[in-house]
């Protein structure tokens, strides 16, 4: 028998107990970074909103440096990009493509003239009901 045959049929890998400590080490790294990480994708989501109704903040005063006054509650913010009807000064669209949804896929809330300033623009948040804490809190242009 030669020397590289006496070393290929010698065991080689690794045992069970190695491959059960590397998985208990994983558990506990897992266990340690998982929640943060989950954290970070659902603050993301508010932060998303938050910029999103900045932006149509924006839209809405450029608007309103055209036309005069801001949009009715009942034109909404699809004012923003389709003219309202009667609408002299209107040189949109103010958006690019469509008025855009919140993180949730649900429509912002828009009411002009507004109970916590000029105008509200509202989103419920991850339940899409007012209130709540956390990712179910409301984003709002008045925070």
């Not at 558990?27 to 149509?56: E, F, H, R, W, Y």
């Not at 899409?128 to 809190?137: F, L, Q």
């Amino acid at each position: 028998m030669t020397k590289s045959t006496r070393n290929r049929t010698g065991q080689s890998g690794f045992t069970l107990m190695e491959l059960l400590v590397v998985l208990a080490i994983l558990g506990l790294l897992m266990s340690l970074v998982g929640p943060q990480v989950l954290n970070q994708l659902g603050g993301a989501k508010t932060k998303t909103a938050a910029i999103q109704i900045k932006d149509l903040e924006q839209a809405l005063e450029m608007y309103k440096l055209d036309v005069g006054h801001f949009p009715s509650s009942n034109e909404g913010l699809q004012a923003l990009v389709e003219k309202p009807a009667g609408k002299a000064g209107w040189n949109g669209p103010y958006l690019k493509g469509s008025v855009p949804l919140d993180p949730w896929n649900r429509e912002y809330l828009y009411k002009y003239p507004g109970d916590r300033g000029d105008l509200d623009i509202i989103s419920y948040g991850q339940n899409g009901t007012p209130g709540g804490e956390g990712e179910d809190a409301d984003v709002t242009n008045a925070n």
